[in-house]
């Protein structure tokens, strides 16, 4: 029960989510054929799900003085192995091993880490976002790039457009999350000798720039409604209820943040518009296909 509390269960509920809602309610409709078919897509999320555990549990287990070094990696060693090898399963079904490398590197990545990386400022808030994306980018190239022929070309260029899209809107909303999270816990990252923005500008400093970075999301979704959703008008109202107006929310609550609880309640607004951002394709996509019928 101790190990299920850190592997990061709402993060791999909100994985899960934008997984099943890319296949089902966005890729699905839109293609005829995907590489993966139904069982195989969810071998694939079952992979990326234990991949991400393993690396939530190395993290956050370092630090609690009931796990063992050699519990630590053994728990780590095999949710992490089990998802390699079903990623590399995957691949060999596809005719292409060099797919698998994905899992690898966000593997390796989350080892490191827990390890030196997790001491570097901003190295460690980079490379928790950068894993955090790659969910999308491992959709992108089991589903997608496996199918890529001439005559499809134009149409999966589109799609992956559309991926690598959400997936830097995705890393750049956990690493602002991470920026909270180092607010919240500045004291603590103190005395464990941490080098975290918070430390080295201020709590006062680095709250602003939080502040004017969450900006940047809310420009990005005004951009994307102006330029390809003007006239999806539920996908619209979607993306300004959900996603808009809790950003403003957090804004407004940021400016007059001062105590960890504060900063944790914060903490949750992004991780609700994470999961929110998750089901907008679908939303989006339902729209566009109610629009043409």
Do not use: C
Request: proline content about 2%; hydrophobic content about 55%; charged content about 10%.
């Amino acid at each position: 029960m101790k190990i299920i509390n850190f592997i990061g269960v709402k993060y791999l509920v909100i994985i899960l989510t934008g997984m099943l809602v890319f296949r089902y309610g966005f890729l699905e409709p839109s293609l005829r054929i995907l590489a993966l078919n139904d069982w195989q897509y969810l071998l694939m999320v079952l992979a990326t799900l234990l991949v991400a555990a393993g690396g939530l549990f190395v993290s956050n287990s370092k630090t609690e003085a009931h796990f063992t070094q050699d519990k630590i990696y053994n728990v780590y060693g095999t949710l992490s192995v089990t998802g390699l090898v079903i990623g590399l399963y995957l691949s060999h079904i596809l005719g292409n091993y060099s797919l698998s490398i994905i899992y690898f590197i966000a593997a390796s990545m989350m080892y490191v880490y827990s390890g030196t990386l997790k001491q570097m400022l901003l190295i460690s808030n980079i490379v928790v976002a950068i894993v955090a994306a790659l969910p999308l980018m491992v959709i992108a190239i089991y589903n997608l790039y496996p199918i890529i022929v001439p005559s499809t070309q134009a149409n999966m260029a589109t799609m992956f457009s559309l991926l690598l899209d959400y997936s830097l809107f995705i890393l750049l909303l956990v690493f602002i999350l991470t920026l909270v999270y180092d607010l919240k816990n500045v004291d603590t990252d103190y005395n464990d000798y941490r080098s975290t923005l918070p430390i080295v500008l201020g709590k006062g400093r680095a709250s602003k720039v939080v502040f004017f970075l969450m900006l940047i999301p809310v420009g990005l979704v005004f951009f994307y409604i102006n330029t390809y959703l003007m006239d999806l008008t539920w996908a619209t109202g979607y993306l300004l209820l959900t996603i808009v107006g809790p950003t403003i929310y957090f804004l407004i609550k940021l400016w007059g943040a001062k105590t960890a609880k504060e900063y944790s309640h914060l903490a949750k607004v992004i991780e609700l518009i994470l999961f929110f951002t998750a089901i907008s394709v679908a939303v989006i996509n339902y729209n566009i296909n109610f629009n043409n019928a």
